[in-house]
């Protein structure tokens, strides 16, 4: 989360950074009724590798999304 803190220190940058909370069961229902969606990140993750998305499709029923294990991108 250091980079969060970083992010929302700027005040440019800090009404664009979206709600960041710890996951626990309560803040992972709380964040999809709230905004529809919530996405999932590892601690330890990088380049989106174990992001996951998970959305409210109604009538208490959610869709989960597991982007590709790589982004592609050659490292040079």
């Given at each position: 989360?250091?980079?969060?803190k970083?992010?929302i220190?700027?005040?440019q940058?800090?009404p664009?950074?979206p709600?960041?909370?710890?996951?626990t069961?309560s803040?992972v229902?709380?964040?999809?009724?709230?905004?529809?969606?919530v996405?999932?990140?590892?601690?330890g993750g990088?380049?989106?590798v174990g992001?996951?998305?998970?959305?409210?499709?109604g009538?208490?029923?959610?869709d989960?999304?597991r982007?590709?294990?790589s982004?592609?991108l050659?490292q040079k």
């Amino acid at each position: 989360m250091k980079k969060h803190k970083c992010l929302i220190g700027s005040k440019q940058l800090a009404p664009h950074v979206p709600e960041t909370r710890w996951m626990t069961r309560s803040n992972v229902w709380a964040l999809i009724e709230k905004s529809g969606q919530v996405i999932l990140k590892p601690l330890g993750g990088s380049r989106g590798v174990g992001v996951i998305q998970v959305s409210s499709i109604g009538n208490d029923d959610k869709d989960r999304q597991r982007p590709r294990k790589s982004t592609g991108l050659s490292q040079k």
